[in-house]
């Protein structure tokens, strides 16, 4: 059977998922629909107020990393080669089959908060709002941990890029 990829992207201190978009099920993801020129879809999962504010101040610092707060999910929109958008960073391809894919799509679809209606509404930039709470033990990087055990991937939660990183080395392609 044919593999599929699953990029895992590496941004400073946040960790994304990217897939191609003709790869993603009808049935799900239905905000692909605001990027309808991009190739992939990096999807990321944070804070709200941390990780939409290009500046955090001491307070948002603080409220994300001590304090239950509401989450949000991050949509780019990525055309040709996601390493051209992400310079820099050691993007990881894993090669998976279509069920696992779709288990993977399946968890970062249910972290959207979509009220019954068919997409979520968008908050601008990418942005969107999410179900779950953020908090000190279930960060970025804690939720790509767990996109990636939705594929069938041996990887534990890690509260660091580098605690997941280290994990997913071994399972890349090369």
Not at 40 to 63: H, S
Not at 107 to 135: I, K, M
Request: glycine content about 10%.
């Amino acid at each position: 059977p044919a593999k599929l990829s699953v990029l895992l992207v590496p941004q400073g201190g946040h960790t994304g998922i990217a897939v191609r978009r003709a790869d993603i099920p009808e049935s799900l993801l239905s905000e692909r629909r605001d990027f309808p020129l991009a190739d992939y879809l990096e999807f990321g999962w944070g804070d709200r107020d941390f990780y939409m504010t290009e500046f955090p101040g001491p307070w948002v610092t603080f409220k994300a990393a001590f304090l239950p707060t509401r989450s949000v999910v991050h949509v780019a929109g990525v055309r040709g080669a996601p390493a051209s958008s992400f310079p820099g960073s050691e993007i990881l391809e894993l090669r998976v089959s279509r069920p696992a894919l779709e288990g993977l799509l399946r968890y970062v679809h249910e972290t959207f908060a979509r009220d019954g209606r068919g997409a979520a509404e968008p908050l601008g930039r990418g942005f969107y709002p999410g179900r779950e709470t953020f908090h000190l033990l279930r960060t970025c990087n804690v939720w790509t941990a767990g996109a990636l055990r939705a594929a069938g991937l041996p990887v534990r939660n890690a509260i660091t890029v580098e605690g997941i990183m280290t994990q997913v080395r071994p399972l890349a392609a090369r």
